[in-house]
């Protein structure tokens, strides 16, 4: 009886991961989208109705090659969901350019665990290895997913980000836990069911989501300060009060507070949280707090830096950065230079 239940559920999952696949598809017609944004939506869902075949009760279970194929993809799940989530989620880890022996690395990598599981049929340490490095992973996830929450400005991103990525990234944790311990536990028919449930329950959440907060798979881009963009866009909502008290905050410059959040900005501007939020995204461009801050901390330090002699640590701490690495951090990605270099340039 259970494993009559265990397969029709398998199979409904399996279907609407078809299903989301199809409108992941449709979705990217049309747009610009980096290779992740193509691949990644796509993919994961061959990959989970991979795991539940591969998982199924099957008697006998899949062997040779279909086995192995199933092997490949369920094995590199957990890597797809860590590089799709960061992607979704991390605007730093999306907007960040890889250098080419990174690139070449992770191309490597992909070659030998498809030899691995392919060729070698998955048999040895790498296996345990595998899995190790994917709990590792989930767990990465998980923090920079909490870690990036407050600084959010995409309240439908938010959402999403607080359940939807966690409870994936908890099942393969727990999952990689079972594989790790070598209980047999993964050939319980309970476990078993449980597995498709879960499943189950997580492509119909993924597939709700989708139809009810399109902009929460949709990556906007970040607002970024450059000598051809030097301020925001569609910046004055008629009529805004709150779009008012914002600008006077500006214009006395207390975005050098150091160690500002979103919150603290809301009680100043004596707003709801998330009145602002949707200010600070929908008519200023940004995805995130920090994005915000630092598109006026790094306008003013360019300002000092061409006009004082002042240290570039001196100026980094009075623009409310804690150190001099995250000022030279954001300098950098939004000039394309240090600040020492691009002091040298304007003042040489």
Same mark, same amino acid.
């Given at each position: 009886?259970?494993?009559?239940?265990?397969?029709?559920?398998?199979?409904?999952?399996i279907g609407q991961l078809f299903l989301l696949a199809i409108l992941f598809l449709q979705q990217s017609r049309g747009q610009k989208l980096a290779a992740?944004?193509?691949?990644?939506?796509?993919?994961?869902?061959?990959?989970?109705?991979?795991?539940?075949?591969?998982?199924?009760?099957?008697?006998?279970?899949?062997?040779?090659?279909?086995?192995?194929?199933?092997?490949?993809?369920?094995?590199?799940?957990?890597?797809?969901?860590?590089?799709?989530?960061?992607?979704?989620?991390?605007?730093?880890?999306?907007?960040?350019?890889?250098?080419?022996?990174?690139?070449?690395?992770?191309?490597?990598?992909?070659?030998?665990?498809?030899?691995?599981?392919?060729?070698?049929?998955?048999?040895?340490?790498?296996?345990?290895?595998?899995?190790?490095?994917?709990?590792?992973?989930?767990?990465?996830?998980?923090?920079?997913?909490?870690?990036?929450?407050?600084?959010?400005?995409?309240?439908?991103?938010?959402?999403?980000?607080?359940?939807? &990525?966690?409870?994936?990234?908890?099942?393969? &944790?727990?999952?990689?836990?079972?594989?790790?311990?070598?209980?047999?536990?993964?050939?319980?028919?309970?476990?078993?069911?449980?597995?498709?449930?879960?499943?189950?329950?997580?492509?119909?959440?993924? &597939?709700?989501?989708?139809?009810?907060?399109?902009?929460?798979?949709?990556?906007?881009?970040?607002?970024?300060?450059?000598?051809?963009?030097?301020?925001?866009?569609?910046?004055?909502?008629?009529?805004?009060?709150?779009?008012?008290?914002?600008?006077?905050?500006?214009?006395?410059?207390?975005?050098?507070?150091s160690e500002l959040s979103i919150t603290q900005l809301a009680q100043q501007l004596h707003c709801p949280e998330h009145h602002l939020r949707k200010l600070?995204?929908?008519?200023?461009?940004?995805?995130?707090?920090?994005?915000?801050?630092?598109?006026?901390?790094?306008?003013?330090?360019?300002?000092?830096?061409?006009?004082?002699?002042?240290? &570039?640590?001196?100026?980094?701490?009075?623009?409310?950065?804690?150190?001099?690495?995250?000022?030279?951090?954001?300098?950098?990605?939004?000039?394309?230079?240090?600040?020492?270099?691009?002091?040298?340039?304007?003042?040489?």
């Amino acid at each position: 009886m259970l494993t009559s239940i265990d397969f029709f559920i398998r199979y409904a999952c399996i279907g609407q991961l078809f299903l989301l696949a199809i409108l992941f598809l449709q979705q990217s017609r049309g747009q610009k989208l980096a290779a992740i944004e193509r691949i990644a939506p796509i993919v994961l869902p061959i990959c989970f109705a991979a795991f539940l075949l591969l998982t199924a009760p099957f008697s006998p279970r899949p062997e040779g090659l279909t086995r192995n194929i199933l092997l490949v993809l369920t094995d590199a799940t957990p890597f797809f969901i860590w590089w799709y989530g960061l992607h979704l989620f991390d605007d730093n880890f999306r907007n960040s350019h890889w250098p080419s022996w990174s690139k070449l690395a992770v191309g490597l990598l992909a070659l030998w665990h498809c030899y691995y599981f392919l060729v070698l049929d998955g048999f040895g340490p790498y296996h345990d290895l595998n899995h190790l490095v994917g709990l590792v992973l989930m767990l990465h996830l998980i923090v920079s997913v909490l870690r990036s929450w407050s600084d959010d400005l995409i309240e439908q991103r938010r959402h999403a980000r607080a359940w939807l &990525v966690s409870l994936l990234a908890l099942y393969f &944790v727990v999952l990689a836990l079972v594989e790790l311990s070598n209980s047999g536990l993964n050939r319980n028919h309970v476990f078993m069911l449980i597995t498709s449930i879960l499943c189950l329950v997580i492509s119909s959440a993924t &597939v709700l989501m989708i139809f009810n907060h399109q902009t929460a798979f949709t990556l906007q881009p970040t607002h970024s300060l450059t000598a051809e963009n030097p301020e925001p866009q569609n910046a004055n909502p008629a009529g805004s009060a709150l779009y008012a008290r914002l600008q006077d905050f500006i214009a006395e410059q207390g975005y050098l507070q150091s160690e500002l959040s979103i919150t603290q900005l809301a009680q100043q501007l004596h707003c709801p949280e998330h009145h602002l939020r949707k200010l600070i995204n929908q008519h200023l461009g940004y995805t995130n707090f920090a994005a915000f801050l630092h598109h006026y901390r790094v306008a003013e330090a360019r300002k000092r830096l061409t006009e004082s002699d002042l240290p &570039v640590l001196s100026i980094a701490l009075d623009l409310g950065y804690g150190s001099i690495a995250p000022f030279n951090r954001a300098f950098k990605d939004i000039t394309g230079e240090t600040p020492t270099a691009y002091r040298s340039s304007k003042q040489g």
